[in-house]
């Protein structure tokens, strides 16, 4: 046979295997696809019965402990395994001494979470904003603007364009506003153009804040701090938080996946996120933890000893501790979170505010002892894959990670809820894809009996 023809015979078998190759492929990812459908119609593993009238409060705190229960049973068998991976921050190896505390379980039933929104006509995709002295919000957008927006009639104004996509928002002590870009790094709003003062004896409503802060004025310019850190480019910033020495943390919550492809991040099982500081006066950037599961909220402690990031798909919150004998280490705050842990900021007066983006994912604690499924289905369109459940839940959490406060929203109404930042008896809420911003009213304390 003319070895022309053994050529081409020989190259139609290798297009033929190709095709054939190619063909399995496509047949597993459909049968993923309809693992992950059948998933779907399971639904998450925490959504929570809401107390009816029909209904006893007897019979429903009973349910609502069951299915918290369940909940908890699953996260216990993932943390186990991929999603509960404790020991891979970089170093910190062995360093994680014990088990953080749990998620909610003394309040079944929660609190309910009653949420309004204003400014739905200029604001879009909210996800954090910061708080100035006259108690109006600072906030980024889905197109990169960075707005006010006062809170007593949602009238807004544009202060800048990142260029980029804003997430976290906070305050220097020089009143520049300090933004993780997810696409343009660690960025500042510069406060040299002029400042507004707050006035003399006004009334200051964000605990834990300083009434001298200077309110950004419009017209600031936007530049870059950090854009890379170790000679890796930062490729995902997300939470930012400063220190009371005025130290910038924040975190980078993936070395893989940008924006665009969160899911591939939650899939793949293989974490790359980074909490790392800044050093404004020397320009020095430091990584503090390497190897978290999306890292996300970042929250410092007023004296800055410790600093909190949120592993998003780990469900718990992680504690860095700057001071003491326990400096360099790190732990879980709070752990078996009952849905994924987003923003998480600190009031002033001993709480963080915790937000859970959407309940916890039968699929993901499902397929936690199957990385290799997870990653096959991480090539799957994000479009064929469940969307977030629509239920809004913010946690309170103490200085020392116990669950305090559970207000709950399964009708949605405003979800999914990625930060919470209280005001005086209000607590505002910002969201990836809502348009407006979210506003609660917190419980009244209960009086103590005599």
């Known amino acids: 046979m003319p070895l022309r023809r053994l050529s081409h015979l020989a190259l139609v078998a290798r297009s033929a295997f190709a095709a054939r190759a190619t063909l399995v492929t496509l047949a597993a990812l459909v049968g993923l696809a309809a693992l992950v459908a059948l998933a779907a119609l399971v639904g998450p593993a925490d959504l929570v019965p809401v107390a009816t009238a029909e209904a006893g409060p007897a019979a429903n705190a009973a349910a609502n402990a069951a299915a918290d229960a369940a909940a908890n049973a699953a996260a216990d068998a993932a943390a186990d395994s991929v999603l509960g991976l404790g020991d891979n921050h970089a170093g910190d190896r062995g360093n994680r001494r014990n088990r953080g505390n749990r998620g909610p379980t003394a309040d079944p039933a929660g609190q309910r979470l009653s949420i309004e929104r204003f400014a739905t006509e200029s604001v879009v995709g909210p996800e954090d904003f910061a708080i100035e002295p006259s108690g109006d919000l600072v906030c980024g957008t889905a197109d990169g603007r ?71 004025a419009p017209g600031g310019e936007v530049r870059a701090l950090v854009t890379e850190e170790g000679g890796a480019a930062l490729h995902f910033t997300n939470g930012v938080a400063i220190g009371a020495s005025g130290a910038v943390y924040f975190s980078d919550s993936s070395r893989r996946h940008g924006p665009e492809a969160v899911h591939r991040e939650a899939l793949d099982a293989q974490p790359s996120g980074r909490l790392l500081r800044y050093d404004p006066a020397t320009g020095a950037v430091d990584r503090l933890l390497d190897g978290l599961f999306f890292a996300n909220g970042v929250a410092v402690d007023p004296e800055e000893r410790f600093v909190l990031v949120a592993e998003t798909f780990a469900y718990r919150v992680t504690r860095y501790w700057l001071q003491g004998a326990q400096a360099g280490r790190s732990e879980a705050f709070v752990e078996d979170l009952p849905g994924l842990p987003d923003g998480i ?20 604690d499902a397929l936690a002892h199957w990385p290799s499924v997870r990653r096959l289905l991480a090539w799957l369109p994000a479009s064929l894959l469940p969307a977030p459940e629509r239920h809004g839940r913010v946690l309170g959490l103490d200085i020392e990670g116990r669950v305090v406060h559970d207000l709950r929203d399964p009708a949605g109404t405003y979800a999914p809820i990625s930060s919470a930042r209280q005001v005086g008896p209000w607590l505002y809420l910002g969201s990836l894809t809502e348009s407006g911003i979210g506003r609660a009213a917190l419980p009244a304390p209960e009086k103590e009996s005599n």
């Open 146 to 216: 960075i707005l006010r927006v006062r809170v007593t009639d949602g009238r807004s104004e544009e202060l800048a364009q990142t260029g980029g996509y804003p997430l976290g928002l906070a305050f220097d002590r020089h009143g520049n506003l300090l933004i993780a870009d997810a696409h343009r790094g660690l960025l500042s709003l510069d406060e040299h153009r002029g400042l507004q003062s707050p006035a003399q004896g006004r009334e200051f409503p964000n605990l834990g804040e300083d009434p001298g802060l200077p309110t950004p």
């Open 345 to 364: 900021s600190y009031n002033g007066a001993g709480v963080y505010w915790l937000a859970l983006f959407a309940p916890r994912s039968r699929l993901l």
